[in-house]
């Protein structure tokens, strides 16, 4: 079992930067790919970056390349989302999500293959 707890949303004008951390119970946390997916209001959830076990293989949503990071730290158990240049759009729920895999390079796409969620945490870009 994986328990995921983010932090770090909060409200921030256009232009800012927040840094989003997800901190993992248990002790599976490097051997599960990672992901971070955001929902809006009347929305479905979206996959915004991904991030394979090794830290290898990451993938960026279109809206988040060239302004979103994502890194993981497996001595803390966590995994970060670094997020530059944001927009109102941004504005939404983030959520972390972790995949316990085989796979050392594996990215996964979609919400379905992630095995546990964390509560989220609300991100809210101001203009």
């Keep these: 079992q994986v328990q995921l707890v983010e932090s770090g949303g909060g409200l921030v004008q256009a232009g ?3 840094r989003l951390s997800c901190v993992a119970s248990g002790s599976i946390f490097s051997r599960c790919a990672m992901g971070w997916f955001r929902q809006a209001p009347g929305k479905e ?6 991030l394979s076990r090794s830290g ?4 960026f949503s279109d809206f988040a390349k060239g302004r979103f990071t994502i ?3 497996n001595a803390k158990n966590t995994v970060y989302l670094q997020m ?3 927009q109102p759009e941004d504005t939404a729920v983030y959520y972390c999500a972790a995949d316990s ?17 964390g509560q989220g945490t609300q991100v809210t870009v101001s203009s």
């Design 16 to 18: 800012g930067s927040l």
């Design 84 to 86: 530059n240049s944001l």
């Design 101 to 117: 895999t085989f796979y050392n390079s594996r990215i996964y796409y979609t919400a379905d293959d992630y095995d546990y969620w």
């Design 71 to 73: 890194s993981r730290d």
């Design 56 to 59: 290898s293989s990451t993938y």
């Design 45 to 50: 959830r979206e996959l915004v970056a991904a």
